[in-house]
């Protein structure tokens, strides 16, 4: 499994937009980059998902360059209720079932008013 | 539709004791995994289980075992528990075939006095 490296903790004011980035050098040809959000005491919770160049939802845009070694998470003007824990992931979100999947330390995002 | 449920959501056991953690998985997914989670820390793979059968397993030992069912809900028993078993405790789910990764339940917070 490819390993990822963020930063441990960013802060930012209440309205700004956020990018959080994520390096993964040794990322496979068959792996796809998933960004989880994760609460305090929740369990983590599926943001968005993308292969290459740029994947938006309601939610976030994914930035992934052509080389695919690293990849930006995307958080339009946040609010107080977006400080959580951001994980990024890399692999095979289905290799015949058998898909594990590794959690790095992640991204503490700090909203400030 | 309901999404990945786990019971009990909270739990107090003394070491030495026997436990068991439940989690019904999202309609239409039949492939369970189970993390750790410590406190401060991403969650760690436990190990996944598709039809009925442990497919993958990270680095727990022996004390932690799993079943599922043939209604793809699945059980976690962690035998002679440590204090340092004391974590959050969280389910996923997804589907072996299609492309859809994995989702989370809430967890199950468990302390070892």
């Known amino acids: 499994l490819a390993k990822t490296t963020q930063p441990i903790s960013m802060d930012s004011y209440e309205g700004q937009e956020v990018n959080i980035t994520c390096s993964h050098n040794?990322?496979?040809?068959?792996?796809?980059i998933t960004w989880y959000q994760q609460f305090p005491s929740q369990g983590p919770r599926f943001i968005i998902q993308g292969y290459k160049t740029k994947v938006t939802n309601e939610v976030a845009s994914l930035f992934i360059p052509a080389d695919r070694k690293s990849s930006t998470l995307s958080l339009p003007r946040v609010s107080l209720s977006d400080t959580a824990v951001y994980y990024c992931l890399v692999g095979e979100p289905n290799s015949g079932g058998y898909q594990k999947v590794t959690f790095g330390t992640g991204t503490k995002l700090q909203v400030i008013p | 539709d309901a999404g990945v449920t786990q019971s009990p959501t909270h739990l107090i056991k003394t070491r030495g004791q026997q436990v068991t953690l439940r989690c019904s998985p999202k309609?239409?997914?039949?492939?369970v995994s189970w993390y750790q989670q410590a406190l401060g820390q991403g969650p760690q793979f436990i190990f996944q289980y598709y039809e009925e059968e442990e497919r993958q397993r990270g680095n727990f030992p022996d004390r932690f075992s799993g079943h599922q069912f043939p209604n793809y809900s699945s059980e976690l028993n962690v035998n002679a528990l440590l204090l340092g078993d004391s974590a959050l405790y969280l389910c996923?789910?997804?589907?072996?075939?299609?492309?859809?990764?994995?989702?989370f339940g809430p967890g199950t917070r468990l302390l070892v006095l």
């Open positions: 996923a789910s997804s589907p072996r075939r299609g492309w859809e990764t994995q989702y």
């Open positions: 309609s239409g997914h039949d492939t």
């Open positions: 040794n990322i496979a040809t068959n792996d796809y």
